[in-house]
C-alpha cells in the first residue's frame, strides 16, 4: 500500500505535500529475468497450461504447457544465437499469434532486445522505426488485413536497410531448426534491455523506449491488486505490439503461472466465447471493448460466471459502465494507469476501493513506486489535491529513449524522476486523479484549461458518446476551447444545447466556443483518440468548426 507523507524534508509542520511511496510489497522482482519468470513457472508447474491460440473453433486452438512453452522459447533463443549476438535489437512486425509469446521470450533468454512493430504499418513508418532503433532482424507475418506484409519488409530492405536480415513467420519451423541444442544460452542480467516499445504516438511521432527485465514487477502488482489468483485463465484481446499486451497481460498471467488465452484480434462476440469456453477469470480491456460485449444481443446467453475482473486503462470508465459491468457479468471493474515509459503500470485500483475510488480515481501507486505532483514550471511539489504534472520514480522506469539523448534527458531527471507529461493530483489518502495531458492543456487569454475536466462534462450529456477538446488559434485569446463531439446512438447533436450544458457546469473562460461533430474518431491501437490528427483535420479543413461565441 502508499502513504502520503508529510514533506520531503517530513517537518510535521509543513503544509501535507502531494507525495506518496510504496511500502515494498510484494517483494521486488528486479533481480529476475523474464526468462527467470519462464523456468520458475516450468520448473513449479510445467504440466499447466501456458498458452492457448484463441481461434473462434475449438479443435483448432493450439496449447502449450509452461514446460512446453520454455522448450520452445529456448529453442528459439538458440535459433536467434545462430546468427545474433546477445544485445541485438530483433523486430516483430505480426498480429497476435502464439509465435509471438515464443519469440518474445526466445529474444528474451537470448540476451537480445525486442522491438515490436504495428502490423498495419506502412513501408515508410517501419523504416523510420528500425533505423530509430538500428534493427538487425525484421521477424514478419505474411499479412494483416489490407496491408502485405512480405511486401513491405522487402520493400524497406530493398530500399532502405539492405543489411537487414528478415525472417516470414510462415517458416517458423525452419527458423526454429537452425538452432543448436548444445548452444549453452547466456546468463542474463535483468538490468539489461529486453525492449524497445515504442510510443504510442497520441501527440507525435513515437519514440523508442528502452526497457529492462525490471518490467516483471508491473504487472505482478497488477495481478496482487485485481486478485488474479494462481492458474487463473487470462484472457487477451490486447495487441502484443503495444505494452499492455506484450508486457501487462502476458506477465501478469504469467507470474502467477496463469495460462495466457490470446485473441488473435478483437471481436466481441469471440472474446465471450472465450471467456466461456476457456473459463477464463480476468482480462485486460479498454472501454470500447467493454462496452462491445455488453451490447451483444446474445450477451445473456454467454455463462461468464468464472469471470472475477476485468482491469481497464487508457481511458476513464464512466460510473454507468462500472454499473453495468457489475449488473451483467457480476464481476469487479478496475483500472490502472501507467505509459510506455514507465514499463507498464504505475497505479491500479484494487479489491477493496469504494464506488467512488473505482470510478473517479486512478487508483493509488503501486509498490516499490514512488508518486509526486509537482509544479511543470518549477518541479516544485505541490500540495495534496492541487493540479500538476504527476512524476513517478522505480527501478524499472526505461532507460532512456533510443538515440534521443536531448529528449531523454527532459524526460527523466538526474535523480531518476520521470515527468510523465500527465496533470493529475492526488489527495491525502494517495489515490491518484488524471486530469489531463500537460501537451494538450489551453491557454486561453493566460488561463489554464484542461481538455479533461470539459471532455467530463460533455460526457454527462446523453446526446454525447465520446468527445475530445482541443485548443484552436486565436488571435485575440492565443487559443479558442474547439468541442469535436460524437453522438450517442440514435441522437442529434445541438450545440446551443451542449454550450448551455457546460455553462451550467464549468466556468466561462472554459465553455467551448467552437463545434465539431465527427462520426469515428482518430484512434491508436489501444483505443486512445490522437489529438494531433484532430488538430490536422480541422487545419486541413477536414472539421470545419461551428462557432458560438
Not at 499469434?97 to 506502412?122: D, H, S, T
Not at 484549461?449 to 485569446?477: M, T
Not at 440514435?490 to 463545434?515: M, N
Request: net charge negative.
Amino acid at each position: 500500500m502508499s502513504k502520503v507523507v508529510a514533506d520531503q524534508t517530513g517537518n510535521p509542520g509543513a503544509p501535507q505535500h502531494a507525495v506518496a511511496q510504496g511500502s515494498g510489497e510484494p517483494e521486488d522482482w528486479s533481480h529476475l529475468s523474464i526468462g527467470d519468470l519462464l523456468r520458475n513457472a516450468a520448473r513449479e508447474s510445467g504440466d499447466k497450461i501456458a498458452l492457448v491460440d484463441g481461434v473462434s473453433d475449438p479443435a483448432l486452438r493450439r496449447r502449450w504447457t509452461f514446460r512446453e512453452l520454455l522448450a520452445q522459447s529456448e529453442q528459439a533463443a538458440r535459433a536467434l544465437l545462430a546468427q545474433f549476438q546477445p544485445g541485438d535489437r530483433i523486430a516483430l512486425c505480426s498480429p497476435n499469434c502464439p509465435e509471438w509469446v515464443i519469440l518474445e521470450y526466445g529474444v528474451a533468454l537470448a540476451g537480445m532486445i525486442l522491438v515490436p512493430v504495428n502490423p498495419a504499418y506502412r513501408a515508410a513508418e517501419v523504416t523510420a522505426l528500425l533505423q530509430d532503433c538500428e534493427a538487425h532482424a525484421l521477424f514478419h507475418a505474411t499479412a494483416w488485413k489490407n496491408n502485405d506484409i512480405d511486401a513491405m519488409a522487402a520493400q524497406v530492405k530493398a530500399q532502405s536497410l539492405p543489411d537487414l536480415e528478415l525472417f516470414s513467420l510462415s517458416d517458423w519451423d525452419s527458423f526454429l531448426a537452425r538452432g543448436n541444442n548444445a548452444l549453452p544460452l547466456p546468463d542474463v542480467d535483468p538490468k539489461n534491455p529486453v525492449l524497445i516499445q515504442f510510443t504510442s504516438g497520441t501527440t507525435g511521432r513515437p519514440k523508442g523506449a528502452i526497457l529492462h527485465h525490471g518490467v516483471l514487477n508491473p504487472p505482478r502488482a497488477v495481478a496482487d491488486c485485481c486478485g488474479f489468483g494462481r492458474h487463473g485463465v487470462w484472457l487477451n484481446a490486447m495487441p502484443m505490439f503495444h505494452i499492455g499486451g506484450a508486457v501487462v497481460a502476458l506477465f501478469a498471467a504469467h507470474s502467477q503461472h496463469g495460462a495466457f488465452v490470446q485473441m488473435r484480434e478483437w471481436d466481441p462476440a469471440l472474446a465471450l466465447d472465450l471467456i466461456e469456453t476457456e473459463r477464463c477469470t480476468g482480462m485486460l480491456l479498454v472501454v470500447t471493448m467493454v462496452v462491445a460485449m455488453l451490447d451483444l444481443p446474445n450477451f445473456a446467453e454467454h455463462d461468464l460466471s468464472s469471470v472475477e475482473f476485468i482491469v481497464t486503462g487508457a481511458s476513464p470508465v464512466p460510473p454507468t459502465l462500472l454499473d453495468r459491468v457489475t449488473d451483467r457479468i457480476g464481476c469487479r471493474m478496475l483500472i490502472c494507469f501507467g505509459l510506455t515509459e514507465t514499463g507498464g503500470p504505475v497505479s491500479n485500483t484494487a479489491i477493496g476501493d469504494g464506488a467512488h475510488e473505482l470510478a473517479n480515481t486512478l487508483g493509488r501507486h503501486l509498490p516499490n513506486v514512488e508518486a509526486q505532483i509537482r509544479d511543470p514550471e518549477t518541479g516544485e511539489v505541490l500540495p495534496v489535491g492541487t493540479s500538476g504534472e504527476m512524476w513517478f520514480r522505480s527501478s524499472w522506469i526505461m532507460l532512456g529513449y533510443y538515440g534521443r539523448e536531448a529528449e531523454t534527458r527532459a524526460a527523466i531527471t538526474p535523480d531518476g524522476w520521470l515527468r510523465s507529461g500527465d496533470l493529475g493530483k492526488m489527495d491525502e489518502r494517495g489515490y491518484l486523479y488524471i486530469t489531463g495531458r500537460l501537451k494538450d492543456m489551453i491557454i486561453r487569454g493566460g488561463a489554464n484549461i484542461y481538455p479533461r475536466e470539459v471532455e467530463d462534462v460533455l460526457f454527462e450529456h446523453p446526446s454525447v458518446a465520446q468527445s475530445a477538446v482541443i485548443g484552436f488559434p486565436d488571435d485575440k485569446w492565443g487559443e479558442l476551447v474547439l468541442a469535436v463531439v460524437q453522438p450517442a446512438d440514435g441522437q442529434e447533436l445541438r450545440f446551443d444545447e451542449l454550450q448551455q450544458h457546460c455553462r451550467e457546469r464549468l466556468a466561462s473562460f472554459k465553455v467551448p466556443a467552437l463545434w465539431c461533430s465527427i462520426s469515428d474518431f482518430p484512434i491508436n491501437p489501444t483505443g486512445k483518440i490522437q489529438k494531433f490528427t484532430l488538430a490536422d483535420w480541422v487545419r486541413e479543413g477536414r472539421l470545419k468548426p461551428v462557432s458560438l461565441r
